[in-house]
Structure formats: C-alpha cells, structure tokens
C-alpha cells in the first residue's frame, strides 16, 4: 500500500478524493516534424518505387527472398547477396542518400532510423 505524506493526504482530502490536475506542471513537448522530412529525397522516391513494386516482385520467382536495390525511383539491382548489392552501388558511386536495398518478403517492413540525414534499414544479413 502506497502511504500519503501529510501534505498530500490534506489535498487529496480538499479534492474529496479525486486527484488535483496541475496544467501548469505539465511538460511542454516541441512538436515533432513529419515523419519523412529528416529523410533525403533520394531515399523517400526510392522507398516509394520499392512499395509501388513490391506486390510484382513479390509474386515473380526471380526476385522473391532475394535482394533488390533502388536508386532514387528506379530498380537498379537484385541479387541474393546483399553485400555484393553494396559493393555494386559503391561501384556506380550512387551517394549512400540516394539508394534503397531491400529484400523482397512478405510482412512487416524492418525498423528504420534516420541517422545524420541517412536512412539506416536495419536488416538481418545473410551470414
């Protein structure tokens, strides 16, 4: 059992048992931005084409459980070797905030974080 102090029992009493609100305790929280606009333009076009496209890569034998990288709004790579996928954009020198790789699953999609302008996908690589 919790045990009042004093001071607390006496307003709980003033209030004839309900709880006081104090409004002006109330912590100010700044509004949040929108959700995509710490995300680069490049990533947003290509997210959006891998979403537009999944249903299609999905039901196609070729690219499903395989990898697939978008630049910008556009498929550009699919393979089962993911690292192989990096090293391929590397090669093409897309920028890091203009390609998308994703593996083509049913589901939920993996967690994301924006880290220094980036969006990081974190995903389970292949061992």
């Known amino acids: 059992m919790i045990e ?8 709980l009493d ?10 002006d305790r109330i912590p100010q929280v700044a509004s949040l931005p929108a959700a995509d ?3 680069p333009v490049g990533i947003r076009e290509a997210r959006a ?13 070729r690219t ?6 978008y630049h910008r709004s556009g498929l550009v790579v699919v ?11 590397n090669r093409r020198e897309f920028p ?6 994703e593996k083509v699953v049913p589901g939920e999609r993996p967690d994301e974080e924006v880290i220094d ?9 292949p061992a």
């Open 64 to 69: 499903r459980g395989k990898y697939v990288c």
């Open 49 to 61: 084409a891998f979403r537009r496209d999944l249903p299609r890569l999905l039901a196609d034998g």
């Open 14 to 23: 003033a209030t004839n048992g309900k709880p006081r609100i104090v409004a």
């Open 4 to 11: 009042l102090t004093a001071e607390q029992q006496h307003q």
């Open 37 to 39: 606009s710490d995300i």
């Open 117 to 125: 302008g980036i969006l990081m996908e974190f995903i389970e690589e």
């Open 79 to 89: 393979s089962n070797d993911y690292r192989g996928i990096i090293d391929e954009c």
């Open 96 to 101: 890091e905030n203009e390609y998308l790789v």
